[in-house]
Structure formats: C-alpha cells, structure tokens
T-cell receptor, first 113, second 114 residues
C-alpha cells in the first residue's frame, strides 16, 4: 500500500525550462513533506520541505507547493539546469512519529541541453 | 564530519549465504534508519533506532532480516539466509533528535544475491 505516490517514473526537460515533479499522498495525517534528490551511486540528500500550515515554500530555484485538499504536492525547478538531472523522492511524515518518513518511488529527471 | 559511512559498497553473494551490512552514523545523531530501495517500491523504511533502541521494525520484510545497534556509532543489518529477491540498494541514514530534522543518508550498499 503506497501511501506516497509519484506516478511519473521519469521526466525530460530542456535546460532553462521549468521542471514540475508531482507527488500524491493518501494519509491525511501527514503534515510535513520533504523532497530528496539522489544522484547515481550516492545516497539521497535533502532538498526542500514544507509544513502543512503552508501552501508554498521557496528556496532559490526550487519551490514546493502543497494542496492539502487534493493531497498533492509538487516541486518546481526554475530554470532547470543539467546538474539537476537526478532522481527526486517525495517523502511525508506524521507529527508525533519522530523522524519516520514515508517515501515515494521517485521520479528520474533528465535536463537536456 | 565524514557523513554516514556504509560498508561494503557492493556485495555479491549466493542464495542461502548470510549477509551483513554495516553503518556508522554521523556523530551526535540520535536516530538511525535502514532503508531498502527497489524500482517497484522506491525507498522503504525497514527499521529505525532512537538512542540505540529499535523503535519501529514493522518494515522488516521477514524474520530473515535482523538489525542491531550495539552502540551509538555502529549498526548492522543482517540477512540470513539471503534470497535473490533481497537484491536491492540498502541505505543507512541518521538524524538529530528534533522531529523535523532532515535525515542524512549514506552512499548505500548494492546487494546482489545470485
């Protein structure tokens, strides 16, 4: 039972354009969401997060949007750069469960020249 | 700090053999997590520890899997006996006590069971 879903296994975007990665969740108890980025042969690294009390969080070229009613969040990368090519994991947490994260299956982003 | 250290980086073994994966968390971190990454299920949490005590092992797939954390700087994940379907990348991660702290991942161990 996949509580966090990333329905697009891959995405290809041209350099300079916007990349939009989507994530859906089913557990309404989730109240904190994170995006991790993973390069080949490395572990995932934290990218950006958002609390359920917000609907947007921005950090440089990266913005995460949260739509609680739709149980949907998205990561926008503007402008996309070749170095952004990686696998992006969406993760979610329930308050009171310490640091336990539930991850999605990941989306592989390829930024082309 | 060197970050989370995992060994070995690659492991190839035959079905039925015992496999032991090792992890050294970041010094001072209170939580340690073991994950498994597969194409079908993404990153699955297997077990996590808080101050060396196992808190939630509901993700451990079978009794063939066991994990220990004898001290704050070392943890092992053991599979005995191993099966081909255990082939995956296994990650260890650690984090501080504060609930919203990010998790820091090691580079992973790629396990292949023939």
């Amino acid at each position: 039972d996949q509580q966090v879903k990333q329905n697009s296994p891959s995405l290809s975007v041209q350099e300079g354009r916007i990349s939009i990665l989507n994530c859906d969740y089913t557990n309404s108890m989730f109240d904190y969401f994170l995006w991790y980025k993973k390069y080949p042969a490395e572990g995932p690294t934290f990218l950006i997060s958002i609390s359920s009390i917000k609907d947007k969080n921005e950090d440089g070229r990266f913005t995460v949007f949260l739509n609680k009613s739709a149980k949907h969040l998205s990561l926008h990368i503007v402008p996309s750069q070749p170095g952004d090519s990686a696998v992006y994991f969406c993760a979610a947490r329930v308050s009171g469960t310490a640091s336990k994260l539930t991850f999605g299956t990941g989306t592989r982003l390829q930024v082309t020249l | 700090d060197a970050g989370v250290i995992q060994s070995p980086r690659h492991e190839v073994t035959e079905m039925g053999q015992e496999v032991t994966l090792r992890c050294k968390p970041i010094s001072g971190h209170d939580y340690l997590f073991w994950y498994r990454q597969t194409m079908m299920r993404g990153l699955e949490l297997l077990i996590y520890f808080n101050n060396n005590v196992p808190i939630d092992d509901s993700g451990m797939p079978e009794d063939r899997f066991s994990a220990k954390m004898p001290n704050a700087s070392f943890s092992t994940l053991k599979i005995q006996p191993s099966e081909p379907r255990d082939s995956a990348v296994y990650f260890c991660a650690s984090s501080l006590l504060r609930p919203l702290d990010e998790q820091f991942f090691g580079p992973g161990t790629r396990l292949t069971v023939l």
